[in-house]
């Protein structure tokens, strides 16, 4: 069946379509908690608090020799993970648009991903190389399984279900990260009820995240569907695919040009998900209680955010209602940089911030890209995409922690982000984005 065809929706059922849409939404559900448990709330400050028990006198950490300050570990090791990604993405998305056999390669990067999670529980004492080596291997297959989970949306949903489709997507998985996070908060906040020490629930939280991921990846492993590659449209195997869809993309340069704006926002966001919790203890003094509280309203106001945001779009285009969310995370990351310390109530009241644009931002700008994908290219070009796609961004972490290393002041290291808000706003306004989607030869929709 051609790719074109499927494309368009035009040669499955509605029915089979939609049990196919269900399912990709559950890999949302599966794969959030991670997202949102680990890397969110409880790894930053655990794997901190690690290092810094293993720290010496001046507060460094030595990896391979290296002087590190132990603040910085937890964002050197997740922008590692994403060095590592960056290699191994397109390899593999060109093998999937290869044989056009995605699902074994979801399935092994899911459980490689959920395999590290679940050995978090291992991670205790002054293990703080095994804590990195296990975040790293989690992020890099979380980004492998996410391209081509993400890969898949242009063949499952016409061009004018995709914002919508998209945007079910991230409120299923905010939806989940929030019903985890209530048990999470649960039995951190009660331990001694369950006879565990704060540190084994901890280490239990970022373990079951784990469990989670494994166990609801079986329901789109059932439900997608590979397709054949088209004739004409196979791929070269290994670097030379690689090289090839680096050349494939310089034909496309407005696709090109929506990847490298997106590129510099999400990051962005990506940093403050990911060092938001650190932020939240390690400057303003706050307990873990009140950050998987602030977390959890994140994700209940990102479920509302998401699907409220795709009704902006088919109203005024996903553009604009991009453009705009951009604007909402500059002014909160300013209001961040003020927050005072011990004040959970500011806290709660940025965390409710982020929640409302959150969703939106990164759904909409995921279906926005599909439009922008030649057909027959989704796993390629979605590998680029991926790279600075959920909390896997390098610069962001790195220049995150070379401030406070620098420093020695988390407010300096979160108002440094605000210049990837300001510029990701900037080339994003310069996209023509109805001319990006006919030149990558997918039909235009009405509204944009």
């Not at 949306?153 to 279900?161: G, H, N, V, Y």
């Not at 496309?252 to 932020?279: E, M, R």
């Amino acid at each position: 069946m051609g790719t074109d065809t499927l494309r368009a929706g035009t040669g499955d059922g509605t029915a089979d379509r939609r049990r196919e849409q269900r399912g990709w939404y559950f890999y949302d559900w599966a794969c959030s908690v991670y997202s949102t448990s680990v890397l969110t709330v409880f790894l930053g400050p655990y794997l901190t608090s690690v290092a810094k028990a293993a720290a010496d006198a001046d507060g460094y950490v030595h990896p391979l020799g290296i002087p590190v300050r132990a603040g910085s570990f937890f964002a050197y090791s997740v922008s590692l993970s994403v060095v590592l990604a960056v290699v191994i993405m397109p390899l593999v998305g060109a093998a999937a648009d290869r044989t056009g056999r995605k699902k074994p390669l979801l399935a092994a990067a899911a459980y490689l991903g959920a395999a590290a999670t679940a050995g978090m529980f291992f991670l205790d004492g002054e293990r703080y190389l095994l804590g990195g080596l296990l975040l790293i291997v989690a992020n890099a297959a979380q980004s492998v399984a996410m391209m081509l989970y993400n890969s898949y949306l242009p063949q499952i949903a016409p061009p004018e279900e995709r914002d919508a489709v998209s945007s079910r997507g991230w409120a299923f998985g905010y939806a989940a990260g929030s019903l985890v996070l209530v048990l999470n908060l649960v039995l951190y906040t009660a331990h001694d009820s369950f006879g565990v020490s704060e540190s084994t629930a901890v280490r239990i939280c970022l373990a079951s995240a784990g469990l989670w991921w494994g166990a609801f990846t079986l329901v789109p492993l059932r439900r997608l569907r590979d397709r054949r590659t088209p004739p004409g449209q196979a791929t070269a195997p290994g670097l030379r695919q690689l090289a090839a869809t680096v050349r494939d993309m310089r034909r496309h340069p407005l696709t090109l040009y929506f990847l490298l704006a997106y590129l510099v926002y999400n990051d962005g966001i990506q940093t403050v998900i990911s060092q938001a919790s650190i932020y939240g203890s390690e400057e303003l003094g706050l307990e873990q209680s009140t950050l998987i509280v602030a977390v959890l309203l994140v994700q209940v106001l990102a479920v509302a955010g998401a699907l409220g945001m795709g009704r902006l779009a088919r109203r005024y285009g996903a553009k604009r209602t991009i453009l705009g969310s951009l604007v909402a995370w500059t002014l909160t990351l300013a209001a961040g940089y003020f927050l005072p310390a011990g004040a959970p109530g500011w806290f709660f009241a940025l965390a409710a911030g982020i929640g409302l644009v959150l969703g939106g931002s990164q759904a909409l700008s995921r279906s926005l890209f599909s439009h922008l994908v030649p057909p027959g290219k989704e796993a390629e070009y979605f590998s680029a995409y991926e790279m600075s796609d959920r909390g896997m961004s390098w610069l962001g972490p790195l220049l995150f922690g070379l401030t406070y290393q620098l420093t020695g002041s988390y407010r300096d290291a979160i108002i440094s982000l605000v210049i990837f808000f300001v510029l990701g706003f900037a080339l994003l306004a310069r996209v023509p984005v109805r001319k990006a989607i006919s030149d990558a030869g997918n039909p235009v929709p009405e509204r944009i």
